[in-house]
């Protein structure tokens, strides 16, 4: 399989059927542990920081990805952590979008 985090997110027009169990679980398993799906409509993480700046900066790399991909999460900064929920809008579940922005999310904290 190829490394999610070096793909690209591939915009959705809608009217395609979001990720199944199987497709879910295959995509999850090439993400970090931490990453949770929930009823198989969307992921969650919550990254911590030292310090509200170190949340602040983090905040702001994952926007300039979204941006670079297309592709927005949803992103609750508060001191200390910054929490992430994503999914497909347009298709109201996961799809494999969402995978490769989750990869390419936990590639910002490897760096």
């Not at 199944?20 to 992921?43: F, M, P, T």
């Not at 920081?49 to 941006?67: K, P």
Request: proline fraction near 3%; hydrophobic fraction near 40%.
């Amino acid at each position: 399989m190829t490394d999610l985090a070096q793909q690209k997110c591939i915009p959705c027009a809608g009217g395609v059927p979001s990720l199944g169990s199987e497709e879910i679980e295959r995509y999850k398993n090439q993400l970090a542990s931490d990453w949770q799906v929930v009823d198989e409509h969307h992921l969650v993480k919550d990254y911590t920081f030292n310090n509200f700046v170190e949340a602040l900066a983090f905040t702001n790399q994952i926007g300039e990805v979204a941006e670079a991909e297309g592709h927005h999460p949803d992103i609750a900064l508060a001191w200390g952590k910054v929490g992430i929920k994503i999914w497909t809008h347009k298709i109201d579940g996961l799809s494999v979008s969402d995978f490769i922005l989750a990869a390419k999310i936990d590639r910002l904290v490897e760096n």
